[in-house]
């Protein structure tokens, strides 16, 4: 039934009467699947069955080219409703509804328990309820900059307005003019704990009609109200949010209107009484053969990567009497960059995100040059990480600026699910450490390293000083995959050679998972990183002075750490590391974690922050943790 998107004024009979059909079967998809597995949820999945399946069928969306770049993206929130999601995809011909049904929540098969893009037809990987609406915001603000005119639909439940983050999209979509975006909500009021306007009353409507959207309502089980109601959003010059009224378990009377259906799989007994009342075929025992010693009879398919072009031009150079903070080095090369691909590529295809902090994090030059490319998100860091994530995936190169405490700690879910979706997001994170200074301990970020290390997708890269923050902006900006940039708030000495030039200047280039051996030394070795390792050069030279030759290595990929250096490292006996972070996960842990797989005969100390940070300069902040210059001779002088 795919044509061009809800194309005709409305459904003939036998479009009706088609679709009528598909949804009994559908619903017996769903009842097959989640009792054959033992666990899903039906209820949710039997109330949205009929507006995904007019979706599915009449958006611009095709089984025979699912991945085509001009696809209109459907954005399932509500994932757990997966069961509907896969019968209505496997009904209409995206894949072999039989796979799905036998299939469903086995380990290695692509029909996952919340919807997955490994199934053609899926744009997101959802769950974490709240976050759907942000990524289609991103889906349909991409459209936009590069022109595809690709219109995107976002699936939602009644419940899940209940969080926050969806507030912040909807005001987004309004300021940006996302007239290409609609939203469905399967309102069935019911939800885990009961009747969803008892657990928390809310006027989902007027909420978004408040905040400048277009509010339709239907009955989400009459077929001609559904498709007329997405037809005439696909045409509104405004975002517009369909309200479907719709009722838990529709289709089988035992379910309908009942809570524990939303989380619960029927019983045997359960299941063949519903599978009558449906009248469908009940074949579970063939299913449960085919799951039980069949191989997978689908195993999905790999979601397109799209690969922006881009020129990322020369490298700045700053000289050894310029004191300049990384922040500003980042600006720089942003803008350097956009001038250079913007001669070559138009549409540019870049977009920056911030979270009013423009002068702060050094995004306002870019914001002045290239207005069209840069989104201010307002105080509102959850969508808009959700929302630079999603942008991320459709080729273009995707920039989210912000404060390490916001940037990382109050949108770690976000990037959590950025990665499972396997994003292309460059996240530069500045005011991190002690070093941010007066501002205090709720701003002083010290435990990024250890929450990033959790998300098994993001490389975590720290510059020492502006030369290597240039180098590595343009690196990552040419290189696949989700990046953590950090670095913090003051501006530092040039860092130097022994023959006293720059050592990360016009000779250098940045290698991933490559370490720096800025100062030889046999007697100890002192591993640091960013704005530290000034530090540590100073401590290098006074200890020279006393005849103790130290070795200093500079680590900016604490993702992938490497090896080779930190071997050479442990064969002086002694290695101190050297961080403003927090002391039992960053740099030092990290370190010590190699360390016992690899070397056992090292004497071995972790300098790093002990507790929260005070407020005053970062100069008397280190020394109160014993983190300045002359803490760390002493360290060293401790284990020789």
């Not at 700053?318 to 004191?323: I, L, R, S, T």
């Not at 050592?503 to 991933?512: D, I, N």
Request: net charge negative; with cysteine; charged share 20%.
């Amino acid at each position: 039934m795919c044509a061009e998107r809800f194309n005709a004024e409305k459904l003939d009979q036998g479009s009706l009467k088609k679709l009528s059909e598909l949804a009994r079967w559908a619903r017996g998809d769903i009842l097959k699947m989640t009792t054959l597995a033992g666990s899903g949820h039906p209820g949710g999945s039997m109330s949205s069955i009929d507006f995904y399946l007019v979706l599915y069928s009449f958006a611009n969306i095709h089984p025979q080219s699912p991945s085509d770049p001009n696809r209109d993206r459907i954005v399932i929130s509500h994932g757990h409703t997966s069961p509907g999601v896969y019968a209505a995809l496997g009904r209409v011909g995206f894949f072999p509804i039989e796979a799905a049904i036998a299939t469903f929540r086995k380990a290695g098969s692509p029909f996952e328990g919340h919807v997955e893009k490994g199934v053609p037809g899926v744009e997101w990987n959802t769950g974490n309820l709240g976050q759907g609406l942000s990524a289609g915001c991103g889906f349909a603000l991409g459209s936009k900059i590069l022109k595809k005119g690709f219109h995107v639909f976002v699936t939602m439940g009644c419940g899940e307005q209940q969080k926050g983050q969806i507030s912040e999209a909807r005001r987004f979509a309004i300021k940006f003019g996302l007239d290409n975006l609609t939203v469905v909500i399967d309102y069935n009021l019911r939800q885990i704990s009961g009747v969803t306007p008892e657990i928390m009353p809310q006027n989902i409507s007027k909420n978004f009609e408040s905040d400048g959207w277009r509010v339709l309502e239907i009955n989400g089980h009459q077929f001609q109200e559904i498709y007329s109601a997405f037809r005439e959003a696909t045409l509104s010059r405004y975002p517009t949010v369909i309200m479907a009224h719709t009722t838990m378990g529709k289709g089988v009377s035992f379910m309908e209107g009942k809570g524990e259906f939303h989380g619960r799989a029927l019983t045997l007994e359960e299941y063949k009484k519903a599978i009558q009342e449906l009248g469908v075929e009940d074949d579970l025992d063939r299913y449960r053969q085919i799951r039980m010693n069949d191989p997978l009879p689908f195993s999905g398919r790999k979601y397109p990567i799209e690969i922006p072009s881009i020129q990322t031009g020369h490298p700045r150079i700053y000289e050894k009497d310029q004191k300049v903070d990384n922040r500003s080095a980042f600006g720089n090369a942003l803008v350097d960059m956009a001038k250079a691909t913007a001669q070559e590529n138009s549409p540019l295809p870049i977009a920056v995100f911030d979270c009013d902090l423009a002068s702060s994090v050094k995004t306002a030059g870019f914001a002045k040059q290239f207005p069209n490319h840069f989104f201010q998100g307002g105080i509102q860091e959850h969508n808009t990480a959700t929302i630079a994530g999603a942008v991320s995936t459709l080729g273009l190169l995707t920039f989210f600026a912000d404060f390490g405490v916001f940037g990382v700690d109050e949108t770690y879910n976000q990037h959590r699910l950025n990665d499972i979706n396997e994003t292309n997001l460059k996240l530069i994170c500045t005011h991190n450490g002690l070093d941010v200074g007066e501002d205090g301990k709720t701003h002083q970020c010290i435990d990024y390293v250890g929450v990033m290390q959790n998300l098994f997708g993001y490389k975590i890269i720290i510059p020492a000083d502006p030369n290597q923050t240039d180098h590595v902006i343009r690196y990552i900006s040419k290189t696949h995959g989700n990046f953590l940039v950090a670095m913090g708030r003051s501006a530092i000495p040039i860092i130097l050679n022994e023959e006293g030039n720059p050592l990360f200047g016009a000779s250098y280039e940045f290698r991933y998972g490559h370490a720096d051996r800025v100062r030889d030394g046999k007697d100890a070795a002192i591993i640091t990183t960013g704005g530290m390792l000034y530090r540590a050069v100073q401590a290098c030279q006074k200890l020279r002075e006393n005849g103790v030759e130290v070795q200093v290595i500079h680590i900016s990929c604490l993702s992938d750490l490497d090896g080779e250096a930190m071997l050479q490292a442990a064969k002086t006996g002694v290695i101190i590391t050297y961080e403003d972070h927090h002391i039992q996960t960053g740099l030092g842990s990290l370190v010590a974690n190699f360390l016992a797989g690899h070397s056992s005969r090292i004497r071995f100390r972790k300098l790093g922050v002990t507790q929260y940070g005070s407020s005053g300069k970062p100069d008397d902040l280190y020394l109160m943790q014993g983190l300045d210059v002359e803490s760390l001779i002493q360290a060293v002088m401790d284990e020789l």
